[in-house]
């Protein structure tokens, strides 16, 4: 029913800003708690943010509290990372998750998967 479709990636200098968008297809876009996922070459599969279905409840892996958030708009069918005071570190390619059920940290959780957008963060 869902399809995730991410943009918004590019190159920043350290310490810049990006805000990602995940648009989805379909008629259950409220029904899916909805995430970021995030991979480095030579890493693995990595969890950025959660965000509950009604938008009530976030969570955040360690290294991007304070600098990144997660929002979703329900009447648009889009999720959103907006991501300040960017570091080399969180050079990646980024991915937007869907789950059904329970999104946790781990990759097993997610249900749906975007083809991502890289994100390249100079120093």
């Known amino acids: 029913q869902v399809q995730l479709v991410e943009s918004g990636g590019g190159l920043v200098q350290a310490g810049g800003s990006l805000r990602l968008s995940c648009a989805a297809s379909?008629?259950?876009?409220?029904?899916?708690?909805m995430g970021w996922f995030r991979q480095a070459p030579g890493k693995e599969r990595e969890f950025v943010a959660r965000?509950?279905?009604?938008?009530?409840?976030?969570y955040y892996q360690d290294s991007v509290k304070g600098r990144f958030t997660i929002s979703r708009d329900n009447a648009k069918n889009t999720a959103y990372l907006q991501m300040n005071s960017l570091k080399p570190e969180d050079t990646a390619v980024y991915y937007c998750?869907?789950?059904?059920?329970?999104?946790?940290?781990?990759?097993?959780?997610?249900?749906?998967w975007g083809q991502g957008t890289q994100v390249t963060v100079s120093s």
């Open positions: 965000i509950s279905r009604s938008g009530g409840s976030t």
């Open positions: 998750a869907a789950s059904i059920g329970s999104l946790t940290v781990r990759v097993g959780s997610v249900d749906l």
């Open positions: 379909g008629r259950t876009f409220s029904s899916y708690a």
